[in-house]
Each structure stands twice: as C-alpha cells, then as structure tokens.
C-alpha cells in the first residue's frame, strides 16, 4: 500500500514537473512583436521637425533593446486626425514588459514659426538618452503590440527670451493595441 501511495505521488510530482518545463520551454523561446508609431496634436506652429534616429525600449527594468528603427526627420503637425509615422514596425523583441521607451534624436530639428521662419530646436538630452516615455507595457509571445505615441508639440515647444527654441517633449501614451 506505501507502494502505490510513493508512485502516485511521484507520478504526480513528475506530471506538474513536465507541465512547468513545458510551460518554461514554450513561452521564453516564443517572441513577441512590437511596433511604435507617433502622432501630433493641433498646434499654433506650421511645421515641427524632429529627426528620429534611434527607438529603444527598456525589457523588464534590466536591460535596453535597440529596435529597427525608420529613422527620419517627421513633421509632427503632419501626424493628425489618425494619420501616424512608423518609427518601429513589427520588430522581434523578448515577450515582457516594455518599462520606457526611448526616441534617440539627431541633430536636425527646428520648429517653423507662423511667419515661417525656421529656427533650429535644441533637444537637451536628445541624442544622448532620448526621449523618454514610460511604457509598463506587456508583450506578450505571438502577438504584435503596437504602441501609439501622442506627441503634444504645441505643449513641447519653449520660446525662450533670447529668441531660440528647445524642445521639452510631451509625449503619452496613447494606444496600446495587440493582436
């Protein structure tokens, strides 16, 4: 009788065993997918240029994934009533969670005023760490997250008393869609 009573429970413990590495092998090896994309409110500024090189994401608060980015220079004022820029397009990342998110910028941005005049927009931090925005997104194995940047350029936008421009970006998180 202790017989059967040690082989049921050993097959028992052996059955939730192979179901947790089964569990374990299955979902760490099958990626998700992630897109970024970027859209603009209304503002009183005919164009905002910004030169996006790089999108980075941080994967589970450890470590900084550089993603297949479309790098460009986008008018944000372009970027209106559901029209948006792909920065990222279905690139190949652990499943997780997206902690922040990072737009590395160029050299090349500028803002043009209502007399269109283009000045040059200084990105404090721009290129050297990015644009960041606070993410807290899963990705989940096999789906395809597609994260929506709301870029508020009218609110980024400072003039200082010198007459020269800088970049203070307001960006949210609009949407968060996976399929």
Known sequence: MKAI???????????????????????????????VKMKDAPGDYLAVYVDVQQV????????????????G?????????????TLTNGAVVPAGTINQIRLVLGPNNSVMTADSIVHPLS?????????????????????????????????SIVVHGNGTYSLKPVIRLDQVIQQ
């Open 56 to 71: 980075r994401i941080n994967y589970n608060g450890v470590s900084w994934l550089d993603l297949s980015t479309n790098a």
């Open 73 to 85: 220079i986008y008018d944000l004022l372009t970027l209106q009533n559901d029209i948006t820029a």
């Open 123 to 155: 990105v404090p931090s721009g290129s050297e760490t990015g644009l960041k925005v606070n993410a807290n997104t899963p990705v989940y194995p096999n789906l395809l997250t597609t994260i929506v940047l709301d870029f508020d350029a009218d609110q």
């Open 5 to 35: 009573k040690f082989l049921s429970i050993a097959f028992i413990l052996l059955g939730i065993g192979f179901v947790a590495c089964k569990k374990d092998a299955i979902y760490p090896s099958d990626p998700g997918k992630i897109s």
